[in-house]
């Protein structure tokens, strides 16, 4: 299957955004999402585990949610600030144990 | 302090092979499964293999399966990535990535800062 996510997207500080993950073929649900970001030049860093869960030192303002409706997750972000400006990866797994990745988001906060 | 610290990257011509390291601190190896990711210049995030715990259990992306082998030695904190036939899509920046449990979930917590593998004659 593949995960699907906008190109790019763009919001002011302050505000909310909300970049989805669309799965192809499929349950959503049928295994965990992750998310992670990537700032230029950097490493990836996780934001979300297991479709909901913020490792020790993401901030609050990060939130992540599966729904089955549209076979997606979403990551939701709020009270943007600069320092949010990255790409960010949707990643899941199939049934042979082969992990899958989106193919990234650019946020600009501008 | 945790770290993945990744080596063994460079320039080799195609058909060639490679090994990549993964040395881990900072935490009790053999307690997780392990993975590579890479990502191509100005690319996304490709998921190459992974590895359970105790070795029992390792998969590949179609793309290198046949071509790559993944292992780790938990006595050494140190997992690898044989790399063979190489190819000119191969080239990208190469991470170690740890799991969040020991069979293996696909939730990485920790990641490496990359090594970089140009298949170039």
């Known amino acids: 299957f593949m995960l699907t996510q906008p190109h790019s ?23 965990y999402v ?24 993401v901030p609050d303002r990060f939130s992540g949610s599966i729904d089955s409706s549209s ?14 400006e990255a790409d960010y990866y949707c990643q899941s797994y199939d049934t042979t144990n082969q992990g899958v990745f989106g193919g990234g988001t650019k946020l600009t906060v501008l | 302090e945790v770290q993945l610290v990744e080596s063994g990257g460079g320039l080799v011509q195609p058909g060639r ?10 935490f009790t190896f053999d307690d997780y499964a ?25 998969h590949y992306a179609d793309s290198v399966k046949g071509r790559f082998t993944i292992s780790r030695d938990n006595a050494k904190n140190s997992l690898y990535l044989q790399m063979t036939s190489l190819r000119a899509e191969d080239t990208a920046l ?3 990535a740890k799991d969040v449990a020991a069979s293996g979930t696909h939730a990485f917590d920790i990641w490496g800062q990359g090594t970089m593998v140009t298949v170039s004659s």
């Open chain 2, 34 to 58: 392990m993975h590579w990711v890479r990502q191509a210049p100005g690319k996304g995030l490709e998921w190459v293999s992974g590895i359970s715990w105790s070795s029992g259990s390792i």
């Open chain 1, 34 to 57: 992750q998310w992670y970001q990537q700032r230029p030049g950097s490493s990836p860093t996780t934001v979300i585990n297991e479709d909901n869960q913020r490792p020790s030192g």
């Open chain 2, 17 to 26: 092979s490679l090994r990549l390291s993964c040395a881990a601190s900072g």
């Open chain 2, 94 to 96: 190469y991470y170690c």
């Open chain 1, 71 to 84: 076979n997606s997750a979403s990551l939701t972000i709020s009270g943007l600030k600069t320092e949010d």
């Open chain 1, 9 to 31: 997207v763009s919001e002011s500080p302050g505000k909310t955004v909300t970049i989805s993950c669309t799965r192809s073929s499929g349950s959503i649900a049928s295994n």
